[in-house]
């Protein structure tokens, strides 16, 4: 079995722990071991034993990606950092959206608008779709879905709103980029379409390559698992080989575990609280875990939209382990939590 570290132990401070710590990706986290898995074992080596402990090339690779920091990616005007949580404010514009119902679909001058106020509420980028990809959902045809994304992406692009879009098609993509989105959020990680990778090597945007175990079923694709963790991780290392040999430079990819898709309730929870583990592939993390299912499986059945609590609960899971950009419905309570956790972080970074 391939070597793999997780960070834990994660600290309040580094002041007067000089090589007792490392830092996380160069965010805003510091941590003090490494739960080391090889072999189906699992071990404990802290920081300050790591040269001694970990002489095998793949631990210092792993080691050196883990805390790197993450570059920022400039796009045009607007700079992405990664040293600290941003959120990317989810705008569906589907007639089958689980989350607004389609009410958005047929107007897309409200849908800018709510766009707008999304990121006047804090969000960082706006992600546009115009097909759903929950269980069940049927495949739209590229057109309709371009006549959804693009009259909604062009305002939103005037008004100075950051916009990534949400697709598996390189049409859409092509389009959705023409029209002034700046990043592709693909859930099927560039292999449902064909032309997919060229586009986005050709346009030298960011990508979103989400994990699914089967990208052309998408939601509805299930998988058993060894070790989902590592099972993700390695599934998404070998992707961004992949994407990197086609063409785009692997600073302007982000990963994303892909919640909910072909992964059960235990799944999706071993994800989330081993996150950490994927600061390895040395790219920032997106999770995406809002209104998902699995907060209803954990708290009576609660509709998507009564499950607000446990998206923020999702999401600070998520910044704990050190997750760049939380995908969001609802940006504003999200960005509130964020904020108190960066004010937590800033008074424990500057002493007791």
Known sequence: MTLHLR??????????????????????????????????????????????????ERAARLHAAITAPRAPLVLSERTLRFDQPIIAGILNVTPDSFSDGGALQDDPVAAASAGVALAEAGAALIDVGG???????????????????????????RSGTLVSIDTRKAGVMEAALAAGAAIVNDVAALLWDDRALEVVAKAGCPVVLM????????????????????????????????????????SRIIVDPGIGFGKSLSDNLALINGLALLHGLGCPILLGASRKRLIGALSNAAPASERLGGSVALVMAGVAAGAQMLRVHDVAETVQAVRVWRGLRDRALVGR
Do not use: C, N
Not at 8 to 26: C, K, N, S, Y
Not at 131 to 157: N, Q
Not at 233 to 250: H, K, N, S, T, Y
């Open 131 to 157: 097909e759903s990809t929950r269980p069940g959902a049927a495949t739209v045809w590229e057109g309709d879905e371009i006549a959804r994304v693009v009259p909604v992406i062009e305002r939103l692009a």
């Open 7 to 56: 960070p834990i132990q994660f600290v309040d401070t580094p002041v007067d722990r000089d090589g007792e710590v490392a830092r996380l990706a160069g965010g805003m986290l510091w941590f003090s071991a490494y739960e080391v898995i090889e072999d189906g074992r699992r071990r404990t080596v802290p920081i300050a034993d790591l040269a001694a402990s970990l002489r095998d």
């Open 211 to 250: 994990h699914s175990p089967d990208p052309a079923k998408g939601a509805d694709g299930g998988a058993s698992y060894q070790d989902v963790l590592l099972d993700v991780f390695d599934w998404l290392e070998a992707r961004i080989a992949a994407v990197v040999a086609g063409g785009v430079e692997q």
